[in-house]
């Protein structure tokens, strides 16, 4: 199986236009230590021939641009882009489908309160006669690919807070290649590890985790005010899932940074924490083979 992590921040990205945080400063400065980064965002496929997006995020025209795996051809119109899997509704992981409103065919999994309550897709039923379909029982995606859902958190975006409660408006999936035996597990909006968590990523490769955050206070430091305690923003802090996950020949990756985490300058001693405890903090473009 091949992975392209197309994107590793979170929503805003880095820099985030409207911010003048350290980092963003930095980033914007061109500070090698401060790699810009687009918004979460990975594709995998079994060949190299057909790929799946997992999340569509905000800045997908230029991912999809900047990678030549991804590139239409031979055909006029064909596209090797076959689906879409989304692991919740906010905007960062959605808004990409807009953007691919261009192309005909395509299959979108989500969980159901994502496919009932996502505001885009009776917009796009406009424009396309896409395949929705829930991503809940284990489902084969092309190539052979096999996902498992795990129901991570009740987390509904800002907008759909009025929309009715459910275990797996935030789930992880897990894409198996029975081809090579090799296994990838995204996750980038973690609360909290669920129980199940250990059993899920058991047989995994590579994990990619919710690294929005270092600690608990750092988005109000940084910015001078919001919420003090990013854990209620539903993302649980490096520093504490850090220490939770478990060994076993698994590779952690850390995605989904948001702009105020000192894991993005890669001369932080944040980060050099980080990669002494034997996880990374993938650049985009970063590509696995697994
Ligand atoms: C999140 O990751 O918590 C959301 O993307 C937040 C947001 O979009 O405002
Ligand atoms: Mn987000
Ligand atoms: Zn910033």
Known sequence: MKVIILGTAAGGGLPQWNCACDLCVRARAGDPSVPGRTQDCVVVSATGRDWYLLNASPDLRAQLTATPELAPGPGRRETPLRGVLLTD?????????????????????APPPVLDHLPLRPVLAHYRDWSWLPATEPFAIGDGLECTVLPLSGKRPRYAQAAPTAPDWVVAYRV??????????????????????????????HVLLDGTFHTAGEMSTATAGGTTDQRRMGHLPITESLP??????IRWHYTHLNNTNPVADRASPEHTAVSAAGATVPLDGTRLEI
Request: with cysteine.
């Open 244 to 249: 939770l996950l478990p060994d076993g020949g």
């Open 89 to 109: 509704a906010e905007l960062d992981h959605t808004l990409g489908l807009t953007f691919l409103r261009e192309g005909a065919e395509l299959t979108v999994w």
């Open 176 to 205: 198996h290649d029975p081809a090579t035996g090799g296994t990838l597990v995204y996750a980038p909006c973690v609360a909290e590890l669920p129980p199940g968590f250990a059993d899920f990523v058991a047989d995994a490769d």
